[in-house]
């Protein structure tokens, strides 16, 4: 389980439902294609690991320094945007497979 207030801990539940979920599947080209799917939310969970979105109210626009860390802040936003939009593309095709075999059936 991650830490309070880490962005990941909203992925636990569904991670874990699917994991459980995946136990109960026999046929193995949806069991590959539910591991694919648990796999791609699970990296993306491990990209917000950790992550807690930055109190930044007290930031004074005044200091210098300040403003350099709001900077770095901004920069590591945009790095993890740019990841979770790549898991997300993944995550959707995953999800699709998944669904056209389970609608195949």
């Known amino acids: 389980m991650s830490g309070e207030g880490d962005l990941s801990a909203a992925f636990d539940p569904i991670t874990e439902a699917l994991e459980e979920a995946q136990a109960e599947v026999t046929n193995e080209e949806v069991s ?6 648990t796999d791609e939310l699970s990296a993306m969970s491990g990209t917000l690991e950790g992550y807690e979105i930055p109190d930044t109210s007290s930031i004074d626009p005044a200091d210098p320094e300040a403003m350099d860390k709001l900077e770095q802040m901004q920069s590591e936003a945009e790095e993890m945007t740019t990841k ?19 609608s195949a059936g």
């Open 84 to 102: 979770l939009q790549e898991h997300s593309t993944s995550l959707t095709e995953a999800g699709q497979k998944l669904q056209d075999l389970c």
């Open 32 to 37: 590959t294609a539910l591991t694919n799917f």
